[in-house]
């Protein structure tokens, strides 16, 4: 199975700030990656895919990069929705494992 | 628009087992693999397994093998999660999740959760 590794575990930053989000596949799975925003109490809402693709409706604020085995969640311009636990997916075969989170806080 | 209702919460005894309804609604139903993922109080997200559109093949996570059982019914448009010899660890909130289509396997739209608890 492939391992996706996120760091950081958790992040703290303020209104307006930008913030980066690793995330390492344990081999190569092209960009065959998503990135999902989940909110307490809320099901995952999936913010990025093909890991630079941004899904209709969600703020450009939002990018992604990286293929391979590294990928990149970028946050400019921070807002207090913003908070919230953000997982990365390889979908590159099953198992479709995802990242251990990363929780935001806004400052 | 899209949508997947699932079922209501379940309290389930160890050993038990728990079936978790998906419907869908407002595409065609065939035309997507469906999938379960499962996330433990204040743990992170947990792929289960994979249903293809027509739901002849399925793919379980190893973890799973042996007590896990996905299915659908193409004439109510739900899928189904079955989980058996159920133990505490398997206190979850379970998602159903769609994909985007072809070669578009990440999780497009998912249902609202059902959580699933087991306790004596």
């Known amino acids: 199975d492939i391992q996706m590794t996120q760091s950081p575990s958790t992040l703290s930053a303020s209104v307006g700030d930008g913030v980066t989000i690793t995330c390492r596949a344990s081999?190569?799975?092209?960009?065959?990656l998503a990135w999902y925003q989940q909110k307490p109490g809320k099901a995952p809402k999936l913010l990025i895919y093909?890991?630079?693709t941004l899904e209709s409706g969600v703020p450009s604020r939002f990018s992604g990069s990286g293929s391979g085995t590294e990928f990149t969640l970028t946050i400019r311009s921070l807002q207090p929705d913003d908070s919230a636990t953000y997982y990365c997916q390889h979908y590159n075969n099953y198992p479709y494992t995802f990242g251990q989170g990363t929780k935001l806080e806004i400052k | 628009q899209v949508q997947l209702v699932q079922s209501g919460a379940e309290v389930k005894k160890p050993g038990a087992s728990v079936k978790v309804s998906c419907k869908a609604s407002g595409y065609t139903f065939t035309s997507y693999y469906m999938y379960w993922v499962r996330q433990a109080p204040k743990q992170g997200l947990e792929w289960l397994g994979a249903i293809n559109p027509g739901g002849v093949n399925t793919y379980y996570a190893q973890n799973f093998q042996g007590r896990l059982t996905m299915t659908r019914d193409t004439s109510t448009s739900t899928v189904y999660m079955e989980l058996s010899s159920l133990r505490s660890e398997d206190t979850a909130v379970y998602f159903c999740a769609r994909d985007g289509g072809d070669y578009a396997s990440y999780f497009e739209y998912w249902g609202q959760g059902t959580l699933v608890t087991v306790s004596s």
């Open positions: 081999q190569t799975i092209s960009s065959w």
């Open positions: 093909k890991a630079s």
